[in-house]
């Protein structure tokens, strides 16, 4: 009885270091922007789509923060989800990955953060994933999955719609 009491104790203690250990951060590039010739695009029509289907597709995911740089494009990009899970966007400064990589790295929460074509891969390698390398300037569906336990991330690429 006391040996089957201390296992299950074991276990449990185990457990809960494993669940802590392990966490997921995913990143994406903000969806389809305007053409309009600003420095500061909104998103068109199929972009607000995107990212409304991203929002339902991580909406079950256990994120706790969603983080974004402070432009249109991406702020519209991460509100549906942020809204959804009734949390507030975080801005980031994308001149300082390294910086904000670290911050990150040093927390255990799951989180979506929302970058752009040349600051997303930058960022995932900044977190020890695999980048697949660069985004091409009309490529929004690619959205990173990483899934870090204990000393290990395993980096996983799936894909956004924007039907």
Request: charged fraction near 20%; proline fraction near 2%; glycine fraction near 4%.
């Amino acid at each position: 009885m006391k040996t089957t009491f201390l296992s299950t104790i074991l276990l449990l203690c185990l457990w809960s270091n494993i669940t802590l250990a392990e966490r997921s951060i995913y990143l994406v590039r903000h969806a389809e922007k305007q053409a309009d010739g600003t420095a500061n695009p909104s998103l068109t029509k199929q972009g607000l789509q995107r990212a409304n289907n991203l929002a339902q597709q991580l909406k079950d995911k256990n994120i706790v923060a969603v983080y974004s740089t402070s432009y249109n494009r991406t702020q519209q990009t991460a509100a549906p989800l942020a809204k959804l899970l009734g949390l507030d966007v975080q801005t980031y400064d994308p001149r300082k990955l390294l910086e904000f990589a670290e911050t990150v790295l040093r927390s255990d929460q799951t989180i979506l953060i929302v970058g752009h074509s040349n600051t997303t891969p930058s960022m995932v390698t900044h977190l020890g994933g695999d980048s697949f390398g660069d985004i091409d300037e009309s490529v929004y569906d690619r959205l990173y999955h990483l899934r870090f336990s204990k000393d290990e991330v395993e980096s996983m690429l799936l894909k956004s719609t924007s039907k």
